[in-house]
């Protein structure tokens, strides 16, 4: 079984392999009633996963946050949701996705305001271009292609806020070696999967300050507070205000920009594979799924 898109395609249409993802590329053709896979087509609801562009909180001009809420707010993510990805992804303005335990509908985030965007840059320590560093944004890959979002996101920054990004491609061994020693002065190409159903899976993991996976160094110790009495609160709907408040704090702070959250999943499954299910979570549950054999 396969849940790539791309090449996963070819090969499940030669029957090599017997499930596969379907990517933005093929998504029209398969959804086609008139189209024979349309009937092997599973439609899911959408993972619990985010995609992002990371901050080295500890390097300049990424150090202020007047300067990263600028550009939070110089991203017109709904024009790009619906123009690159023809709609089928969904604006990220928090960090805990649609439908996950905690997720709070009612948090704003940073929303497209271009002129409170040149505001904030003005305010900011780095309002003169000659005071901050050249900008590297790095992402994985050696292909020279990076994604289109990216691409429209940077010119966005360029339009708005005269601020200039370079991208930086790296093997992907080394990508992982070098986010994990917090090398990068910011990075992209990158999401998180939820491993487990908690908030705790994404808020603690990934931002308190102790946090072996928080890549960009983001320290904030009001966060670090409430993100540790919600490890120990029992009480339910405690626990999910402390969550609520701690997704505040780092969104209002800007520690990341979100980006995207997965829309619908969009599966072929052969027919003689019985049992399987599409999940939200990271890992398929296949403990059910078992092969038909043709009579």
Known sequence: MNLAGGQSMAMYENDEVDLTGVGLFDLDRIRDPSEPLNRELVVAQP????????????????????FRQALNHAIDK??????????????????LPPGFPGYNPELTGLEYDPERAIKLLSESRYADPASRDRIVITVPGTGGTFGLDLEVILDMWKQILGVEVE???????????????????????????????????????????????????YSNPALDSVLEEARVEQDIQRRVDLYHQAEKMIVEDAAWVPLWYAGEQYVLVKPNVKGYKVTPMTISKLREVYIEKSP
């Open 47 to 66: 993972d619990f996963s985010i995609s992002y562009i990371g901050f080295n909180t500890d390097m300049n001009p990424f150090d202020d946050s007047k």
């Open 167 to 217: 991208i930086q491609q790296v093997e992907w061994a080394t990508y992982l070696q070098d986010l994990n020693k917090n090398r990068f002065q910011s990075f992209a190409g990158l999401g998180w999967e939820a491993d487990y159903p908690d908030p705790q899976d994404f808020l603690d993991i990934l931002f308190h300050s102790e946090s072996e996976i928080n890549h960009g160094a």
């Open 78 to 95: 709904e024009l790009i949701a619906r123009e690159v990805f023809s709609g089928r992804i969904v604006p990220a303005y928090g960090i």
